[in-house]
């Protein structure tokens, strides 16, 4: 395995900046965020499909450092019914199409969450049970054939035209593809290419084992991201895990992301990349900051460090 770190934390560094802060880190990849909902500046799609001279100038930074390109990630709601949509399926292709050009196999981003019938307006995470309403199942059903299925079927057409191999969807909350059996459900559709960033920060929350959904996973763990949630003791315990409140309100969630290490400890997180090794995945890990406890300094520095003692080299 190799450590990486995804450059959205950086946002605010000019982009060789950014790199030279990687090199210090002691990372071996970038997994480079543009597009979706990710703000970051240094590698947006649009702008290096349209200005060859730019993207040749920014590869040629990577490589100088000794650097490699993880993944392109593009993470956001590719299924939403409005403008945001709209506009996150335009970058998501724009994306792959980047990869092409630069010769990037894997892209990260989302499965994408609809709404829960034609001519609604906002996407609807339809996690109780189908048993009722009665109007559940249509529901359920009109979100994956009608609007993930067909998407997805051609999103994995244009990956294969553009060289594109792995497509690692996070399992994120609030989309359609949230943890091993919803991947799944969409792999066993569209085919092997789809396969998941395991995660294990939200597997956390959902009350779920990451080295657990690491073994059902198997050879559908295309990415892993290296990212840790605290379960705050005696908050949780009153309200449960379903959290409403800002990320930035850490003292009253139930939960935080946290640095690695910070929710569990190194001994849990050896056992994760070794039964995560032992299953076949020895590409990337990559780490993704949202520690909002402590500085982003701290917090990048204390994961790198984690995760240098507990992946498996």
Same mark, same amino acid.
């Given at each position: ?18 790199? *030279?802060?990687?090199? $210090?880190? %002691? ?6 965020? %543009?597009?979706?909902?990710? /703000?970051?500046?240094?590698? #947006? ?5 349209? *200005?060859? !001279? ?11 450092? %000794?650097?490699?390109? $993880?993944?392109?990630?593009?993470? @956001?709601?590719?299924? *939403? ?54 109007? =559940? /199942? ?24 553009? &060289? ?22 969409? #792999?066993?559709?569209?085919?092997? =290419?789809? !396969? ?10 959902? @009350? ?17 991201? @290296?990212?840790?949630? #605290?379960?705050?003791? @005696?908050?949780?315990?009153?309200? %449960? ?12 969630? $139930? ?5 690695? !290490?910070? &929710?569990? *400890? ?13 299953? &076949? ?33």
């Amino acid at each position: 395995m190799k450590l990486s770190i995804c450059t959205d934390v950086m946002g605010d560094l000019p982009f060789t900046e950014m790199l *030279d802060k990687c090199v $210090a880190l %002691g990372v071996e990849g970038i997994e480079m965020t %543009g597009g979706g909902w990710s /703000p970051a500046p240094h590698f #947006r799609a649009d702008e290096l499909l349209a *200005d060859k !001279g730019l993207l040749k100038q920014r590869m040629n930074e990577i490589e100088a450092r %000794g650097l490699e390109i $993880a993944a392109l990630n593009c993470s @956001g709601n590719p299924l *939403d019914p409005g403008a945001l949509g709209e506009r996150h399926r335009k970058q998501i292709e724009q994306t792959f199409r980047l990869a092409g050009e630069i010769g990037v196999k894997k892209i990260v981003t989302m499965s994408g969450l609809p709404a829960a019938a034609p001519g609604d307006s906002v996407p609807n995470w339809l996690v109780y049970t189908k048993s009722w309403p009665e109007e =559940m /199942p249509e529901r359920d059903r009109y979100q994956w054939e009608d609007c993930a299925f067909p998407y997805w079927h051609r999103l994995v057409k244009l990956s294969k035209e553009v &060289g594109v191999e792995k497509i690692a969807l996070e399992n994120f909350s609030a989309m359609l593809v949230w943890n091993p059996e919803t991947l799944f459900r969409l #792999r066993n559709e569209v085919g092997p =290419m789809v !396969g998941m960033n395991l995660d294990p920060s939200h597997l956390f929350w959902k @009350g779920a084992c990451p080295i657990a959904g690491a073994r059902a996973l198997g050879d559908a763990i295309h990415h892993v991201h @290296g990212k840790d949630t #605290r379960i705050e003791r @005696g908050l949780a315990d009153v309200n %449960g895990l379903l959290e409403l409140r800002e990320v930035t309100d850490v003292a009253n969630r $139930a939960w935080n992301y946290v640095a690695v !290490g910070a &929710g569990h *400890d190194l001994q849990w997180w050896k056992e994760f990349f070794s039964v995560v090794r032992m299953l &076949g995945y020895n590409d990337w890990v990559s780490l993704e900051m949202e520690d909002f406890t402590m500085s982003t300094e701290a917090g990048i520095q204390s994961s790198i460090d984690a995760l240098q003692q507990t992946i498996s080299r």
